[in-house]
């Protein structure tokens, strides 16, 4: 079945610079992956989404950059901020409403 | 636009017992999704609802179930409770079913003593 993993649970950075968090899945023909933020006390949030037809898209201070050929996912998060503090999520959808969660890693920044 | 909301927020019960955990979609949302997120398991599909029916399920055992309503208020509830039940249920819900428009709500804590 389909499996999502992540490379790190723990990322620490410096508030302004850059984080990047990774993701890989085993399904080569999943063709729709989405990034979810969840601060402390709080369920998952939307933050962005990608096509297997696209190599890159970006949002406000965030991009996700997918590498189809070795199954890997990032999410970039442009000049960390304190309230970017939470733990960052990819997930693919699956019929039905099922979307597989990778683990999670968690990040702090430190001010 | 009010968003998705679980009650109740936390609960406590003693292995054995059994447990009922509601979730109102936001307005206009159809399907409703349950996931349980443990420190060692991650998030995990229960199972999901549209227009009261059950349409997908989880790998969980038959002690956890759930029900749609025609208002599409969900419940789920677990019997004979287990210490490994406790956990974070959170719930999502989208207008079609879709994953591209799924919220999730804040989760309903509980802890099996």
């Known amino acids: 079945g389909e499996s999502v993993g992540l490379h790190l649970p723990t990322l620490s950075v410096q508030e302004g610079d850059n984080s990047i968090i990774n993701c890989a899945y085993s399904n080569s023909a999943s063709d729709y992956f989405i990034w979810y933020k969840q601060e402390s006390g709080k369920g998952p949030q939307f933050i962005i989404d990608?096509?297997?037809?696209?190599d890159k898209r970006q949002g406000q201070r965030v991009t996700v950059l997918l590498n189809k050929t070795v199954k890997h996912l990032s999410l970039q998060i442009a000049a960390t901020q304190p309230g970017d503090s939470a733990v960052y999520f990819c997930?693919?959808?699956?019929?039905?409403?099922?979307?597989?969660f990778g683990q999670g890693t968690e990040l702090s920044v430190k001010p | 636009k009010a968003g998705v909301t679980q009650t109740p927020r936390y609960l406590i019960k003693t292995r054995g017992q059994q447990v009922t955990l509601s979730c109102s979609p936001i307005s206009g949302h159809r399907s409703v999704s349950w996931y349980q997120q443990t420190p060692g398991q991650g998030l995990q599909f229960l199972f999901e609802y549209f227009s009261e029916t059950q349409r997908n399920k989880g790998n969980f055992p038959g002690r956890f179930s759930g029900r749609q309503f025609s208002n599409s208020r969900s419940e789920m509830n677990v019997s004979t409770l287990e210490l490994g039940d406790s956990a974070l249920y959170l719930c999502a819900s989208s207008f079609t079913g879709g994953p591209y428009e799924q919220y999730f709500g804040p989760g309903t804590r509980l802890t099996v003593t």
């Open positions: 990608i096509r297997s037809n696209m």
């Open positions: 997930a693919i959808p699956l019929q039905g409403g099922k979307l597989i």
